[in-house]
């Protein structure tokens, strides 16, 4: 852990009151290859975290990440009180607000959140390096599992750390003692063989004033003491009392109310629309188009959106008019196979030679795999609230994305950045998809053309036609075994190639390796999904190695087991997991075990699910997940991460398709598009293993192997090897789910 | 005007009498804590209850609620005194994103007023109408079991850890 100071710039100032700032931004290298994409340009700065001691005690954690309800901003807050060795009471939150460069203060200025005026944090007595040290920052994103593993250990430990040293070095010349003569505690600097104690604010001006030291020493795990214990989370007691407020709990005086329809075919235009009949409406303020979609403005949501009904909109032709899923997956296939023939796909690893073992082979096991487009139905249908005053906009929204989605405002209404605010809200849920900043646009062009208020709620109709799509994917294996039933040769060929880069590869000894892909564009817009290609590479691999394992005549476990000798921490999660399920013991008829094991992240999970068949009627009764993210810094927060990774990826096994007919989407909402609900949910299990290596995220790495677990456990359960999903693909399932 | 009583407190709402309770609980009473999901009676993330039957706000017009009492999230605890189902949603660290949890705590009520001593599988039939995108269904039959057993609500979470300090 002692890499990230090359990384990282960290400073201090003194804000009024004599209360301490210490800030640490993080510059990205090309050591974290898989964060890069999420950087606009050279020279940004992706996380940056500050931390405030005040006068009165008060630590104040203020990081970027806004809370979808994964408790990040709880272990965020862990982490850093661990760390500066505060008390755990006296640690509070604040989400940094979507401003540039968050400390170009002249932007900042006027800006207030959770009643606090942000230039109060960031006073004119703060130097100005660290102004310098996030300048640009232009992404402030919640996803990849970022928060813990970025945020959390570049930022709010170092910043922690960083404090704590400054405080006690202020401290030893008020005192005048050595340093390693005191320690920090509970909030207070302590003279480990002396008398004298006293809370950290009294020396929190004097730190001020200190140079940081570049890189302060973090704790040793066996130091730990708010750190991997389950704390509470913060956010939780307004979620029982309906006082959170999301962003479709947004009200502004004189708001009006919205709801918008875009086109059924990804790419069509509108034509003309006959709003006449929706005008002569109770309560419709207007009808507008906004670019390609048309929006109805009236006093309710519920006005607006009959009234939606009654507009008769003429959509343009495209060239996708008569697109379907079928023919897409013919697309690929054919596509695949032109590649193929003529080597012209792109390598995306190679090892050894695969395709050379595989032509002089006897035997090739050759399998398909497909999965479908999936919509991510946040409980929140999409909403934002905006309002124009002269030039300038104000939006209220929840997004993963807040400096992102500002700055897509400000470039679609041609307005300077300098001219928007964002007021940023708890997300009822995100998924990936309040990352894009579609909604918001859509809003402030609203405001703007009615001149009033508008909070614009997509019904969930829209939501689901017009999400950004978990692709659907194609994946064409081919192995060979050697005598003892091992893999000699692996080659993947698939299509659709995003991040993260290794989601596709599997971690088992292969000598010989050969991935490749094949780009076949559809007219889809693609999205991130819960683990991203983690979700549809995870089923591909975990499906192809338990069918080699029986192939081999071998027990899956056993079979994967034997090809990690060379990666013991894989092993363990493996062996803990078939343990904890008692792998050994067999189930009755009609009963089956399926075994995954994905990393993803930073995580890895193996996950064991027990499935009943019976009747045609299919059962998810168990499921086993050990999960070694480095080291779980809530572990309660973890578990229930797991928890909803797993019913997130049943979901899209069980049920999860959109399917395309004549260009558009089929499905509508929840009776189409179901989601995994109680009576069908199995019971949760979940161990974890802190081996200490470099600390993972939690919020993806549980999805992308439940659903191999499943399939596998239906194989072993009935004999039914299932390649495509969802399961209700298949007679076993479709006389129950 | 269509007067109700919604939380006990008599109100006069001057809307189309077909307008869902949803859209009047939130628009004109500035009651938000009840969700819109889907609109049409598939998540649960509206429910109320209606004379303390739980019922889907999002395709129950105004009308119907003349002469009911209106009960919604805003109403359940008694002053500071959270009612036990909330209580045992905290203790049991229940909510991820929390957008559901109005609609789960109203179901999860109406409930336990109905059947104290639910068998696990009445709870499963009858949370069944709501959905959850965060999969805190385990959570949710943990915190309803707890209260209906009656013992105080003990929060066991996963602490005890195998640590192998690499
Ligand atoms: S919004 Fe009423 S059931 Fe979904
Ligand atoms: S807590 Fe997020 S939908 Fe239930």
Same mark, same amino acid.
């Given at each position: 852990m002692g890499k990230w100071t090359r990384r990282a710039f960290i400073t201090t100032g003194v804000l009024g009151g004599g209360a301490l700032l210490v800030g640490v931004g993080l510059r990205l290298g090309n050591r974290n290859s898989e964060l890069a994409p999420l950087v606009a340009a050279e020279g940004e700065h992706l996380v940056n975290a500050w931390v405030k001691i005040g006068a009165d005690n008060q630590v104040v954690a203020i990081v970027p990440h806004s809370e979808m309800g994964q408790g990040a901003q709880t272990v965020l807050a862990q982490m850093l009180a661990d760390e500066l060795d505060a008390r755990w009471e006296d640690v509070s939150f604040l989400e940094a607000p979507a401003e540039d460069a968050y400390a170009n203060w002249t932007l900042a200025k006027g800006y207030a959140l959770a009643g606090m005026k942000v230039p109060a944090v *960031?006073?004119?007595?703060?130097?100005g390096l660290m102004f310098q040290a996030s300048k640009a920052m232009k992404m402030q994103i919640t996803g990849g599992s970022l928060s813990v593993r970025a945020t959390g250990v570049y930022g709010m430990r170092v910043a922690g750390a960083a404090a704590r040293e400054l405080l006690i070095e202020a401290a030893a010349s008020t005192w005048q003692v050595s340093p390693a003569k005191l320690t920090a505690r509970d909030g207070r600097i302590i003279e480990i063989d002396g008398e004298r104690s006293a809370p950290f604010a009294e020396f929190a001006a004097a730190a001020g004033r200190l140079t940081p030291n570049p890189s302060p020493t973090l704790k040793h795990p066996d130091e730990f003491r708010i750190m991997g214990r389950s704390t509470p989370? *913060?956010?939780i007691p307004a979620k029982v009392n309906g006082t959170t407020q999301f962003g479709i709990d947004a009200s502004v005086e004189g708001m009006q109310y919205a709801t918008i329809q875009a086109p059924p075919v990804f790419g069509a235009s509108m034509v003309s629309f006959d709003a006449r009949r929706a005008k002569a409406m109770q309560g419709v303020v207007d009808v507008v188009q906004i670019d390609d979609a048309v929006a109805v403005v009236a006093n309710s949501y519920w006005n607006a959106s009959r009234a939606m009904r009654e507009v008769d909109i003429t959509w343009s032709h495209t060239d996708h008019d008569s697109s379907s899923s079928q023919g897409y997956f013919n697309q690929f296939a054919a596509d695949m196979q032109r590649d193929r023939a003529q080597g012209s796909s792109t390598v995306d690893i190679e090892k050894g030679d695969a395709g050379n073992v595989i032509a002089n082979a006897e035997k090739v096991i050759s399998r398909s795999y497909q999965v479908p487009w999936l919509a991510h139905t946040c409980m929140e249908p999409m909403n934002a609230l905006a309002q124009f005053n002269g030039d300038s906009c104000e939006v209220w929204t929840g997004t993963q994305n807040p400096l992102g989605t500002k700055h897509a405002i400000a470039a679609a209404l041609e307005v300077d950045v300098t001219q928007v605010t964002l007021h940023q809200h708890q997300m009822g849920g995100g998924f990936g998809r309040r990352a894009k900043p579609d909604t918001a646009i859509q809003a402030a062009k609203l405001a703007r053309a009615v001149g009033k208020p508008v909070k614009l709620i997509w019904s969930r109709e829209e939501d689901v036609q017009h999400d950004h799509y978990r692709p659907a994917v194609r994946s064409e294996f081919r192995a060979v075994l050697d005598e003892a039933g091992k893999p000699l040769a692996w080659e993947n060929q698939f299509v659709e190639k995003h991040e993260p880069a290794e989601a596709p590869y599997v971690p088992y000894a292969v000598p010989n390796q050969y991935v490749h892909y094949t780009d076949s564009p559809t007219h889809v817009p693609f999205g991130a999904w819960r683990s991203v290609d983690h979700s549809q590479h995870g089923f591909f691999t975990e499906s192809f190695i338990d069918e080699l394992a029986y192939e081999a005549g071998a027990d899956p476990y056993a079979y994967r087991r034997e090809l990690l000798a060379h990666l013991p921490r894989h092993r363990a999660v493996l062996d803990k997991a078939a343990a904890a399920a008692n792998w050994d013991t067999p189930l009755g008829e009609g009963r089956g075990r399926g075994i995954s094991l994905q990393e993803s992240f930073g995580t890895l999970v193996a996950q064991v699910v027990e499935v009943t068949l019976a009747d045609g009627d299919l059962s998810v009764d168990r499921v086993v997940v050990v999960v070694d993210p480095g080291f779980a810094v809530s572990p309660d927060g973890l578990t229930a991460q797991m928890e909803s990774g797993v019913v997130y990826g049943l979901t899209a096994a069980l049920y999860g398709e959109i399917s395309i007919e004549n260009g558009a989407v089929a499905q509508s909402n929840f009776h189409d598009y179901n989601a995994l609900r109680m009576d069908r949910s199995p019971v949760i299990e979940t161990h974890i293993i802190n081996s200490m290596e470099h600390w993972g995220g939690a919020g993806e790495p549980g999805t992308p192997g439940i659903a191999p677990a499943l399939t596998n456990a239906i194989y072993a359960a009935r004999g039914v090897r299932i390649r495509e999903l969802p399961i209700t693909k298949y007679e076993l399932g479709s006389a129950s789910v | 005007m269509i007067e109700l009583t919604v939380n006990n407190r008599p109100v006069a709402l001057d809307v189309d009498p077909q307008m869902p309770l949803l859209w009047a609980l939130r628009e004109n009473l500035a009651l938000t804590g009840t969700k819109f999901g889907c609109g049409i009676a598939q998540c649960g993330a509206c429910t109320i209850h209606l004379d303390g039957a739980p019922v889907r706000a999002c395709v129950t017009p105004v009308a119907s609620a003349v002469g009911k009492q209106v009960t919604t999230i805003e109403g359940l605890a008694e002053g500071d005194q959270l009612h036990p189902v909330q209580q045992a949603w905290i203790d049991y660290q229940v909510p991820q994103c929390g957008y559901c949890q109005s609609g789960q705590i109203m179901s999860a009520t109406a409930l336990l007023a109905s059947n104290p001593q639910p068998a696990d599988d009445d709870i499963r039939a009858a949370m069944a109408g709501n959905i959850c995108r965060c999969g805190m269904y385990s959570r949710i039959h943990k915190a309803i079991r707890a209260v209906a057993d009656g013992g105080v609500a003990v929060w066991e979470p996963a602490d005890e850890q195998e640590v192998r300090h690499g």
């Open positions: *960031l006073e004119d007595s703060v130097n989370r *913060l956010d | -």
